[in-house]
């Protein structure tokens, strides 16, 4: 898990006790394998969660990662458990002097100048493929990102809806200065990864989260925190009924097949 938390998906409350969507999800996974989970949020960058799950540093990793080819390359994805859409925030003043004549929706899609994306985060590759006349700057962190479009120092931040929409509802004042846009034909899934021959392990998250029935989105989970959290509490099933062709391999049984 990313090491810098990233509410509603996953934090450290007021009591300091790691919570959040993400977290909830993979509790109720890990319940119903019998296990505990613990937690390693050392990875610095969101490529770095790849890392340690190519690598199999960790069994699994969840910390609303985006499903990108380049990192398919190296991992296995579950299904997607929930499907944001790509972003901008943007200075209103900066796209003002771009647009000149041009209509506001014009001059977005021919923007110009400096976009900040956070660093070694699957934004980098989706900004450089949707805007071919900008210079991408990667920065430690979204507040930094925030914060760099609020100066002027780049004309607009990238990512995901959820966390674009989530700066105007937690700061309304920023939305004098700042101007949001959604491309509601760039997806950006955000999917479980594990290891890329862990294909049982895949089939048993996939079981897992299709039983669940959330059907997430950006603004569920911006204003439905608490009913979400419900779902995955009561919804959890007690016991993965598969088929008999499929059945649950436990840590404890798969030592026992490896000496076989």
Not at 2 to 8: A, I, V
Not at 83 to 111: D, F, P, T
Not at 125 to 146: C, D, G, H, L
Not at 220 to 245: F, G, M, R
Request: charged share 25%; aromatic share 8%.
């Amino acid at each position: 898990m990313y090491s810098r938390d990233t509410p509603p998906f996953y934090y450290r409350d007021e009591k300091g006790d790691l919570t959040g969507i993400d977290v909830h999800i993979i509790r109720g996974f890990a319940n119903l394998l019998g296990v505990d989970v613990e937690f390693d949020r050392s990875a610095a960058t969101f490529n770095a969660v790849i890392d340690k799950v190519a690598n199999r540093e960790v069994d699994l990793a969840i910390c609303k990662l985006s499903m990108t080819f380049s990192r398919a390359m190296r991992v296995r994805f579950t299904e997607p458990y929930i499907v944001l859409h790509q972003g901008l925030l943007i200075n209103r003043l900066k796209l003002a002097q771009q647009a000149g004549r041009k209509s506001k929706e014009e001059a977005i899609q021919n923007l110009k100048g400096k976009i900040g994306v956070i660093g070694k985060s699957s934004y980098v590759e989706y900004a450089k493929q949707r805007f071919k006349n900008t210079e991408i700057m990667q920065y430690p962190s979204w507040k930094a990102v925030v914060d760099g479009v609020l100066n002027g120092e780049v004309v607009a931040g990238y990512r995901d809806d959820a966390e674009i929409k989530k700066i105007i509802r937690d700061q309304p004042e920023t939305a004098l200065k700042l101007l949001t846009v959604v491309f509601k034909d760039a997806l950006d899934p955000k999917g479980i990864a594990v290891a890329w021959d862990s294909v049982h392990l895949q089939f048993l998250l996939d079981f897992y989260i299709e039983s669940l029935g959330l059907q997430l989105s950006a603004d569920k989970v911006l204003h439905e925190y608490d009913a979400i959290i419900s779902a995955i509490e009561t919804k959890s099933p007690k016991s993965l009924k598969l088929p008999n062709s499929m059945p649950i391999v436990r840590p404890s049984d798969m030592e026992a097949q490896d000496g076989e």
